[in-house]
């Protein structure tokens, strides 16, 4: 597959989450090569040269037309914590999508969905993209390098430039952290290269580390000694509960992501970032480097 070839003509790509970590990424890269940007939020984005503003809730199917019609190519993201509805959703924004002359449809999933059972919300989702009849991209990122700098339900970023501490399940396992930028160049060729229809793409960065790891790389940058904590599952439990996070999703999800960081199941390598984009995937040294204001009192 070449990174090099892509859909420069005039086109319009839907964005759903535009305000997201990826989202917000995203924007600009398909805007640089043309693409006009439909940016979907609960409150519409203001409007600007190459992109517009369309209201969009996923609980409101009346939003759906407005924000499908007329574009080429779709990017889903359901929700920072989906729940089984979101697969019905999905269902009711794609139906009838190629009819309307939708080519293209990319999902933002996690890594090791793919393998999951069926009734996994997220797994969910995913077969309703793949039984949609449109075409179809799925990105599988393991734990984002942001997480650790913007906002996360466990405000990680509030604890290091506050506590100097990292509170966090994991233990010694080891963890490819991906930047949301990579995740957003892959989605962005995906949106706009029929080369990538059928692909499942596991998006990680280049180095598997711990989070006392982590830690020496964000007191690096910032010249404080930030310290890991390990925790256990019930401090984002009741974050999601602070979250409105139904109890039941709240503990499932909490415990699935004790349980990928310290397992060291995302401790994975490769070379998709590299072979669809045509550069390597950011290191993170680069990323704290980059992020250090959002540590700093």
Same mark, same amino acid.
């Given at each position: 597959m070449s990174h090099a070839q892509s859909d420069r003509t005039s086109s319009t790509v839907l %964005?759903?989450?535009?305000?997201?970590?990826v989202g917000r990424r995203l924007i600009p890269i398909l805007t640089r090569r043309g693409v006009t940007v439909r940016a979907a939020n609960r409150s519409p984005v203001a409007p600007r040269a190459g992109i517009e503003s369309v209201r969009f809730e996923w609980k409101d199917p009346g939003t759906y037309e407005s924000a499908r019609k007329g574009v080429d190519s779709i990017f889903l993201v359901a929700s920072s914590i989906p729940g089984p509805e979101h697969a019905e959703y999905i269902s009711t924004l794609l139906s009838g999508a190629t009819g309307s002359g939708v080519k293209r449809v990319v999902f933002l999933s996690t890594f090791g969905i793919g393998e999951a059972p069926p009734e996994e919300p997220l797994r969910r989702i995913e077969l309703a993209v793949e039984l949609s009849g449109v075409p179809y991209t799925i990105l599988r990122p393991v734990a984002f390098m942001q997480n650790f700098s /913007?906002?996360?339900?466990?405000?990680?970023? /509030?604890?290091?430039r506050l506590r100097d501490e990292i509170p966090h399940p994991g233990g010694e396992g080891r963890v490819s952290y991906v930047s949301? /930028?990579?995740?957003?160049?892959?989605?962005a060729a995906a949106l706009t290269d029929d080369a990538h229809a059928g692909k499942a793409y596991t998006l990680v960065g280049p180095e598997p580390m711990t989070l006392e790891q982590v830690a020496d790389? %964000?007191?690096?940058?910032? !010249? $404080?000694?930030?310290?890991?904590?390990?925790?256990d599952h019930r401090q984002l439990y009741a974050a999601l509960l602070a979250e409105q996070t139904a109890p039941a999703t709240a503990e499932h999800n909490s415990q699935l992501h004790a349980f990928a960081f310290s397992s060291g199941m995302m401790g994975?390598?490769?070379?998709? %970032?590299?072979?669809v984009t !045509? $550069?390597?995937?950011?290191?993170? !040294? /680069?990323?704290?480097a980059g992020a250090a204001a959002a540590w700093r009192r």
């Open positions: %964005i759903t989450g535009a305000t997201g970590k /913007e906002w996360h339900p466990l405000y990680v970023a /509030e604890d290091i949301s /930028e990579d995740i957003a160049a892959v989605a790389q %964000i007191s690096w940058v910032t !010249g $404080r000694q930030i310290k890991y904590v390990e925790t994975v390598v490769n070379d998709e %970032i590299l072979t !045509g $550069r390597p995937p950011v290191s993170f !040294g /680069e990323f704290a």
